[in-house]
């Protein structure tokens, strides 16, 4: 067993009442404006900004805190034009039938298909790995608990990063995904898990109208 050690909390920041709810509603009002983006431009974006926003997810909390994720940066044109290709070829084959009628018709109405520019134009491509097998260090090869809900919360706060930053993002989950393993060189024990694309949006960009919907607060949420 290893040693259970402490240490006071030294970095909480408490804010008034008043402060709170004031941040709270900020906090709504800038999530409010992220809309999954599907025309990037293709300015680039600072290596340094990825790597803060990479940083910032990788403080998710996870199963005792085993951090069961890896998160694969592409910049290189060459590695994306490869992911595009992949991907439209798998995509072509979901979209000529192989995902079923029901998904397909609950994808018309964002008008998505399966040509994929932006996963060539975008300056930034974020590859998630799972890690079935890891542990607070790396390199170790424990069994790694609630690994779907971590890297689904990390990537959350990736997102958010982000967003935060300026930045406009795709989340994107080819299937399979498996070829971006074999493309960002992972090994055999990890999962792909999401694609996400990060950078400007393009002058030309436009979010479906059907995406704007949101549930209401009485809607997804119960007070007890
Ligand atoms: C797990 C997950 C997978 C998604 N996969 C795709 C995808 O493969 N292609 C795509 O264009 N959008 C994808 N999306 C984006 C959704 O269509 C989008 O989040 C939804 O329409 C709501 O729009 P919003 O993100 O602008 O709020 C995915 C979103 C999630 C959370």
């Given at each position: 067993m290893k040693p259970h050690t402490n240490q006071p909390l030294s970095?909480?920041?408490?804010?008034?009442?008043?402060?709170?709810?004031?941040?709270?509603?900020?906090v709504?009002?800038?999530?409010?404006?992220?809309?999954?983006?599907?025309?990037?431009?293709?300015r680039d974006v600072p290596k340094t900004v990825i790597?803060?926003?990479?940083?910032?997810?990788?403080?998710?909390?996870?199963?005792?805190?085993?951090?069961?994720?890896?998160?694969?940066?592409?910049?290189?044109?060459?590695?994306?034009?490869?992911?595009?290709?992949?991907?439209?070829?798998?995509?072509?084959?979901?979209?000529?039938?192989?995902?079923?009628?029901?998904?397909l018709d609950a994808l018309k109405p964002l008008g998505t298909d399966a040509q994929k520019p932006y996963l060539e134009h975008a300056p930034w491509l974020i590859a998630i790995f799972s890690q079935k097998k890891?542990?607070?260090?790396?390199?170790?090869?424990?069994?790694?608990?609630?690994?779907?809900?971590?890297?689904?919360?990390?990537?959350g706060m990736l997102i958010t990063a982000l967003h935060e930053s300026g930045l406009v993002t795709l989340t994107h989950t080819p299937k399979p995904m498996t070829f971006l393993s074999k493309i960002c060189n992972r090994p055999d024990d990890e999962r792909p898990y999401m694609l996400i694309i990060a950078g400007?949006?393009?002058?030309?960009?436009?979010?479906?109208?059907?995406?704007?919907?949101?549930?209401?607060?009485?809607?997804?949420?119960t007070f007890l």
């Amino acid at each position: 067993m290893k040693p259970h050690t402490n240490q006071p909390l030294s970095d909480y920041i408490e804010f008034s009442i008043e402060e709170m709810i004031t941040r709270s509603a900020a906090v709504y009002t800038s999530l409010k404006r992220r809309h999954s983006i599907r025309q990037f431009s293709d300015r680039d974006v600072p290596k340094t900004v990825i790597e803060n926003c990479i940083k910032a997810a990788g403080t998710a909390p996870s199963g005792a805190n085993h951090q069961p994720w890896h998160f694969v940066a592409i910049h290189s044109p060459k590695i994306k034009r490869e992911v595009r290709e992949a991907a439209e070829a798998h995509e072509q084959r979901f979209y000529d039938g192989r995902a079923g009628d029901e998904w397909l018709d609950a994808l018309k109405p964002l008008g998505t298909d399966a040509q994929k520019p932006y996963l060539e134009h975008a300056p930034w491509l974020i590859a998630i790995f799972s890690q079935k097998k890891g542990g607070v260090n790396v390199g170790e090869k424990h069994t790694n608990y609630y690994v779907h809900e971590s890297v689904g919360i990390a990537t959350g706060m990736l997102i958010t990063a982000l967003h935060e930053s300026g930045l406009v993002t795709l989340t994107h989950t080819p299937k399979p995904m498996t070829f971006l393993s074999k493309i960002c060189n992972r090994p055999d024990d990890e999962r792909p898990y999401m694609l996400i694309i990060a950078g400007y949006p393009s002058v030309h960009a436009t979010v479906p109208e059907h995406a704007l919907n949101k549930k209401s607060l009485d809607d997804i949420s119960t007070f007890l």
